[in-house]
């Protein structure tokens, strides 16, 4: 909170317990951070079962021990696949018959997709359609699609790959509504902000750079960004997919959190410094590196 600016913002946590509570939950990209924060609170939630997929095993095996030893009678199973393999996506769907899915399987980092960016549309948007897909042809009750708010007027690969995803998944709710096909899957979207602490956010690079004796990087001094916790984050998708599950939701619809304004980047590099008891600009320096690519 003291990077926030502002106070974390507390969602309506009954309503997610009755959402999750007894169902058969699936999440993928369950071994990053988002992913792994969400499975920690869904199996507080007392699903029926918790299905959680990612292509990375040492990720997979991280949050898999930590959901065992917090809660041991959990019925879960922890499984190694790429969203981009349609065949082995649909053996999981098979298996595992889950009733709400979450879809946070993704590459996220703006230059690396920007430099990449086949392998960004064949995660991003290929997976997510094949994701979808399952969910309906499976009939699952709620697919919950985490996106980004860098796919606003998208300036990225990263981004475009993302509206790409977002406007898939839309189609599919709409197309409920208007009964042109059979689905039986409510479609919820939900738009983060940056995340605090989150692998290859801003925050971890700080605190390296500082450990180092400097200097912190920042890309260009008016370089602004919303900013949320991780505890945020996962509320958010869970109370999105609340809100998203209510007969009188709009279909299409795309879930963002109420983030205040946005935070400069120079500022927060002011305030981990700070808070390192530590004076910008005399015992750190700050550095400026110009744009990334995508940005």
Do not use: W
Not at 46 to 55: F, G, M, V
Not at 192 to 219: E, H, W, Y
Request: hydrophobic residues 40%.
């Amino acid at each position: 909170e003291d990077l926030l600016g502002r106070p974390q913002l507390t969602l309506d946590r009954p309503s997610m317990q009755s959402l999750v509570e007894g169902k058969r939950i699936l999440i993928t990209g369950a071994g990053g951070t988002i992913g792994a924060e969400l499975s920690r609170q869904v199996a507080r939630c007392k699903p029926a079962s918790l299905s959680i997929l990612d292509n990375s095993e040492y990720g997979l095996y991280a949050i898999d021990l930590e959901i065992a030893e917090s809660y041991p009678n959990l019925n879960r199973a922890a499984l190694v696949a790429s969203v981009r393999n349609r065949n082995r996506v649909m053996r999981v769907f098979e298996d595992e018959t889950p009733e709400i899915v979450f879809h946070a399987a993704a590459l996220k980092h703006v230059p690396i997709v920007e430099q990449n960016p086949d392998e960004g549309v064949l995660t991003n948007v290929e997976g997510t359609r094949i994701v979808a897909d399952c969910c309906r042809n499976y009939k699952v009750q709620l697919m919950v699609l985490i996106s980004t708010d860098k796919a606003v007027n998208p300036t990225s690969v990263m981004g475009a790959t993302k509206r790409i995803a977002e406007t898939y998944c839309q189609a599919l709710d709409i197309e409920k509504e208007a009964k042109i096909s059979h689905t039986e899957t409510r479609f919820v979207t939900v738009r983060f902000g940056n995340v605090l602490g989150s692998t290859g956010s801003v925050i971890p690079l700080f605190k390296r750079q500082l450990a180092r004796g400097g200097p912190l990087t920042v890309t260009d001094p008016k370089m602004k960004r919303y900013f949320m916790t991780v505890r945020e984050a996962v509320e958010l998708v869970l109370e999105a997919a609340v809100l998203g599950t209510n007969e009188k939701a709009e279909t299409g619809r795309v879930y963002v959190l109420e983030m205040g304004e946005p935070i400069r980047i120079l500022d927060l590099a002011h305030q981990i410094i700070l808070l390192a008891g530590l004076r910008p600009d005399k015992d750190i320096k700050i550095a400026f590196t110009g744009l990334r690519e995508g940005e």
